[in-house]
């Protein structure tokens, strides 16, 4: 995976975020809210999961 590619993914990543503060900015608030209730250990354990999986999607994507 080159920087330009990682660089892309987040590009991507943005965009889709960006969307949906647009399209939907009290539904994202109100997901934000639910997020900053939620226990330390279970966002970390969410994150840690996130990450493995767009790790090893990346890594199949680049793969193909």
Known sequence: MTLTQLLAGVAVVLA????????????????????????????????????AIGTALAWVLTRA
């Open 16 to 51: 889709i975020e960006g969307l949906l503060y647009a399209a939907a900015p009290g539904l994202m608030r109100r997901a934000v809210a639910a997020l900053a209730a939620t226990p330390e250990a279970r966002l970390r354990l969410g994150g840690l999961a996130a990450a």
